[in-house]
């Protein structure tokens, strides 16, 4: 009989021996932590062969730790010597489990590749954790942490999970991106409230842009901190157009005892507050983070107007009554305030029509409150002129472009095309699912494109196993 052949084709170049020896461990323990999270697809859940706890056990024990912190690789190996023994400890009833050998096999080459001991200290299954009241971190990896150690002997325990975050932005005329990731693009003149509940509320007041316009944009918001008992009192910051200021409305920087900042980057730590603000462009990009229910706020002015991003647990986001259901970041705008058509966003008007609207902004009889201070002189685009400005700032032609060339035929000012990629790179650092990252304007083509992508990576995966079939008939 030959070597049993392999299901996709290409899949020999990928177990060639070079490229084996030099991915081996981060393939085997990717498909250990895949299939140990897919237990309905893979010969995991049987309940003598405990590979998925052991798994388990080994991603709670690494997931904080960072290369650049002082004492990596230290950790690291008793981690893994820990990993090791459970292993041990479940081999009889692991025998013939691909992802019980996928396992051993990344343990044994990740311990070369650290020059770890076989023999020497291993990690506490159930670390001590030091819990700061103060800290939401610190509060959900505690609980997280106590359900595991009790969930084995509660087979259907509805235990602590680690917290799941969601994102809402709102910026441009103004364009909203809700908690659902639902893209809208509203008029909502007023005040509004974005986001009302019991530990946090944010309202954004929006003005018109131009005569004969239903666009708003947003020149005003305000952020309420509401009382947690024993981190901090109520503090409130306001910004308006040509005013963000890097202080609470009190003069205040910051509210609450010093609480553990988490690492940076580069692996430094320090203390912070557990609310406090950071100037990050001195009028222009204020940061509010608020460690003690894990928020972060981050408010820019770009040109005449303001942009806002928040991050906010998905437990707290709940935490609300039947009188706060008016959110725009939960529920979006009400149907009679929304621009697009159910995602589709159409291009507003003519380039002739927008030329007499900036004549009219231009008469000294117009509204003050049009006529801010000049921040660059408006502009009369077409189409195609609106695209080209837009792909300076933005490469890809996802709903952040599309919304850049509305804001550019709507108002004339260029000021939008630097509000709109601000935005977007808002989204990124604070959005917490990369594969969500990308909304696509109903109908476009590259729309269409994006929702084959899975196919691809379907096909990636199964090349992958295929790849480790080969390497296991060796």
Request: glycine residues 6%; contains cysteine; hydrophobic residues 35%.
């Amino acid at each position: 009989m030959g070597r049993a052949g392999c299901c996709c084709r290409g899949a020999e170049r990928l177990a060639s021996p070079s490229l084996v020896r030099r991915f081996r461990p981060l393939l085997l323990l990717v498909i250990a932590l895949c299939c140990g999270a897919q237990i309905g697809q893979c010969q995991v859940a049987t309940p003598q062969c405990r590979i998925q706890k052991c798994t388990t056990d080994f991603v709670s024990l690494t997931y904080h730790l960072t290369p650049a912190v002082d004492g990596f690789n230290i950790e690291f190996c008793k981690a893994l010597r820990a990993y090791s023994a459970c292993t041990q400890r479940t081999a009889k009833s692991c025998r013939g489990n691909l992802v019980f050998h996928s396992a051993v096999l990344g343990i044994s080459d990740l311990m070369s590749q650290r020059n770890c001991s076989r023999d020497g200290p291993t990690s506490s299954t159930h670390p001590e954790v030091h819990l700061e009241p103060c800290s939401y971190h610190s509060r959900t990896q505690h609980a997280h942490t106590h359900s595991h150690v009790h969930a084995h002997s509660h087979a259907h325990s509805h235990g602590h999970s680690l917290p799941v975050y969601l994102f809402c932005g709102l910026f441009g005329d103004p364009h909203l991106r809700t908690f659902k990731d639902s893209f809208q693009t509203c008029k909502v003149e007023g005040a509004w409230p974005l986001i009302d509940n019991d530990y946090l509320s944010v309202q954004v007041t929006n003005i018109p842009v131009v005569p004969g316009s239903s666009a708003t944009a947003t020149n005003k918001i305000t952020v309420i901190f509401k009382p947690y008992d024993g981190c901090t009192d109520q503090r409130v910051y306001q910004a308006i157009t040509d005013n963000l200021p890097a202080a609470f409305d009190d003069g205040t920087v910051s509210s609450g005892e010093p609480i553990h900042s988490l690492a940076d980057a580069d692996g430094s730590t320090g203390k912070v507050r557990a609310l406090w603000i950071s100037e990050r462009t001195p009028g222009h990009h204020i940061e509010l983070h608020a460690g003690y229910i894990g928020v972060t706020v981050i408010v820019r002015q770009m040109g005449r107007y303001l942009t806002l991003a928040v991050r906010i647990p998905e437990e707290l986001a709940q935490a609300y009554d039947a009188t706060q259901d008016l959110q725009l970041c939960l529920n979006g705008c009400p149907s009679a305030e929304r621009i697009d058509q159910a995602g589709h966003l159409p291009l507003p008007i003519s380039p002739t029509a927008l030329g007499l609207q900036l004549q009219h902004l231009r008469r000294p009889s117009y509204s003050s409150q049009i006529q801010a201070p000049p921040y660059g002189p408006l502009q009369v685009f077409s189409v195609e002129g609106a695209k080209e400005r837009c792909r300076e700032k933005l490469e890809v032609q996802d709903i952040y472009f599309h919304s850049c060339v509305f804001d550019l035929l709507t108002t004339g000012d260029a000021n939008f095309t630097v509000a709109a990629f601000s935005a977007q790179k808002d989204m990124e650092s604070l959005h917490p699912h990369r594969d969500r990252w990308r909304i696509y304007p109903r109908g476009s083509a590259t729309s269409t494109l994006h929702s084959d992508v899975p196919q691809p990576i379907k096909q990636l995966a199964l090349l992958l196993l295929c790849a480790l079939s080969v390497v296991f008939t060796y």
